[in-house]
């Protein structure tokens, strides 16, 4: 059973930073797009960021998070990592760790689309004070 859990996710400041980090675990695919996703208090869930494992490497990053957000990936541990700068309250959500090994480069040249992401985590709370 393929499994992803997000950690890393809490409480800090506005201009702040955390690192988010989703472990993957219970599948044997070596080549993957694993991403994030957040959905703010009413709002649809939308995507932040992923990257491919596949021969492309590619990624992707939201055009409104770039310069913020940047990802990266330990294939050799199967953890996707989002380091978040510069933190403002609206990025106040839960963030949602994501999987598919469906042809994971062209996901990600898609902006990893939610609906083409199979696996899913529980998510981790952050929450930007003023």
């Known amino acids: 059973e393929v499994q992803l859990v997000e950690s890393g996710g809490g409480l800090v400041q506005a201009g702040g930073s955390l690192r988010l980090s989703c472990s993957g675990s219970?599948?044997?695919?070596?080549?993957?797009?694993m991403g994030w996703f957040r959905q703010a208090p009413g709002k649809e869930r939308e995507v932040v960021s992923c990257?491919?494992?596949?021969?492309?490497?590619?990624?992707y990053t939201s055009d409104s998070l770039k310069g913020r957000f940047t990802i990266s990936v330990d294939s050799a541990k199967n953890t996707v990592y989002l380091q978040m700068d510069s933190l403002k309250p609206e990025d106040t959500a839960v963030y949602y760790c994501?999987?598919?090994?469906?042809?994971?480069?062209?996901?990600?040249?898609?902006?990893?689309?939610?609906?083409?992401?199979?696996?899913w985590g529980k998510g981790t709370l952050v929450t930007v004070s003023t």
């Open positions: 990257i491919s494992t596949a021969a492309g490497a590619y990624d």
């Open positions: 994501a999987l598919d090994s469906f042809r994971p480069d062209l996901q990600v040249v898609a902006g990893c689309p939610d609906y083409g992401m199979e696996y």
């Open positions: 219970g599948f044997t695919f070596d080549e993957y797009a």
